[in-house]
């Protein structure tokens, strides 16, 4: 429990399908997306100290309502039935002296009912937030998952065709090809640093491609990392949670190179554009398209506008806007990791 084990990168890049790789293993627990460090340790400030009584109680509130209010109907469900006992309640409220405390509870009971002997999330921002999870956990395995720059404009643009009804319009609107790419080159440019600038961490870069492509010898090197055994039965996820391909079902890498016929060569230019350095560095070739400069410039000059209404569209998700800022861009001054 002292070493969980952390999915992070951009989003759409393989997140949710190694989180269901990994919580088939027989000893891994790997709900839907936590959001702790994005939605309450990022409040410290507004809720207080856990050794305060009041402050404990809000802490406890919000962390109760977690998984509902960022769209895991089923992690809801168990949490609210493991709460509704009295003992389990008390475990978790008498661990309120510190942030980790309540985390690391939070998350042991859980896998406690699972039978799971080892917790892991995922949780693709939590990208920007390492230093305090290095700082929770500093024998934590860190997943890094990235994804062509491409292909992920693709699904991001998509994925509010694979989300409930209440997520459409807010999925919808967040799509730009200007601030999707810059949302890319923050994590690539952070994947990059983060090795280097933490040599104590420990580190492994997932490529997608890799995943989707060769999974099982690509599985067997995760198991590797995180320090489990492989285990055949892994590989058959029951689920992929894509909007590419509508079997919805296994793994598999018709997603890879989709964004060929299927985006506008103006995202593409504005993609590889602003993120060409990111690219090669992470061995994704640059292509020729034949992107008319007018509809180029055009996306520029709407990325504005589109950051705002982006940034509108996820207030209650994103934490404290200043915070939240401080984090996003700290990956484009000078490779800083905090």
């Given amino acids: ?37 994005e939605d309450i340790y990022s409040r410290r400030r507004e809720l207080g100290e856990p050794g305060n009584v ?25 949490i609210e039935k493991l709460l509704a006992d009295p003992a389990i309640r008390h475990e978790l409220e008498s661990s309120c002296s510190t942030y980790r405390d309540i985390f690391s509870t939070f998350m042991e009971i859980q896998a406690r009912s699972e039978g799971k002997l080892r917790w892991g999330n995922n949780a693709p921002r939590d990208l920007f ?17 990235i994804r062509d720059v ?10 509010w065709k694979a989300t409930s009804a209440e997520n459409v319009e807010r999925l919808r609107v967040l799509y730009h090809p200007v601030v999707t790419s810059l949302l890319w080159k923050a994590s690539a440019r952070k994947i990059a640093v983060l090795p280097a600038s933490l040599p104590g961490a420990h580190f492994m870069l997932l490529r997608y491609e890799d995943l989707v492509g060769r999974p099982e010898p690509t599985v067997r090197k995760v198991c590797e ?12 996820i029951d689920s992929s949670n894509t909007s590419a391909d509508t079997r919805g079902e296994g793994i598999f890498a018709s997603s890879v190179g989709r964004w060929k016929g299927a985006l506008a060569e103006a995202d593409v230019q504005v993609a590889q554009l602003l993120t060409r350095k990111e690219l090669k560095r992470l061995g994704y070739s640059i292509e020729k398209v034949r992107a008319g400069w007018t509809r180029v410039i055009g996306r520029f000059l709407s990325a504005p506008y589109a950051f705002r209404r982006a940034l509108a569209a996820n207030r209650e998700r994103r934490g404290p806007l200043l915070s939240y800022a401080i984090r996003r861009a700290s990956p484009f001054f000078r490779g800083k990791t905090s």
């Fill in 150 to 159: 491409r292909d992920f404009l693709i699904s991001y643009r998509d994925k």
């Fill in 54 to 78: 009041p402050s404990r109680k809000m802490i406890l509130e919000r962390l109760a309502t977690l998984y509902g209010r960022f769209n895991e109907p089923a992690d809801q469900q168990r």
């Fill in 129 to 145: 937030n390492i230093m305090e999870i290095i700082s929770f956990y500093p024998d934590a395995k860190i997943l890094l998952c």
């Fill in 225 to 236: 990392f995180v320090g489990e055994a492989f285990e055949p039965d892994m590989l058959n």
């Fill in 1 to 37: 429990m002292d070493a969980p084990i952390f999915i992070v990168g951009t989003p759409r890049s393989g997140t949710t399908l190694t989180a269901r790789i990994l919580g088939r293993h027989s000893r891994l627990f790997m709900p839907g997306e936590v959001h702790f460090f």
